[in-house]
């Protein structure tokens, strides 16, 4: 959320080789899964439907699916760290 990184400018690139795993970790911001202590990750039960719905190419799932890892690996620490 954009209020969990307020340090931030409201404009940024994305490279070219990003731009899928990107697209997937924006479209996939209404699926964290919350604990008791907040997010604990993503659902990923719900990658494949956002997949097909975004037209990530089947060929591209697996190195989308590392990026987002990836990407919600360091969102989860800095949700943390803004939460202590």
């Known amino acids: 959320m954009p209020e969990d990184f307020p340090d931030l400018d409201d404009e940024f ?3 070219p080789d990003n731009v899928l795993a990107f697209n997937t970790f924006v479209a996939m911001q209404t699926q964290w899964r919350l604990g008791m ?3 604990t990750g993503l659902d990923y039960a719900a990658l494949p439907a956002v997949l097909s719905m975004i037209g990530v190419p089947a060929d591209d799932h697996h190195d989308t699916f590392e990026c987002l890892r990836t990407m919600e690996l360091h969102a989860l620490d800095l949700m943390r760290a803004k939460n202590g």
């Open 13 to 15: 690139g994305v490279w």
């Open 37 to 39: 202590a907040g997010a």
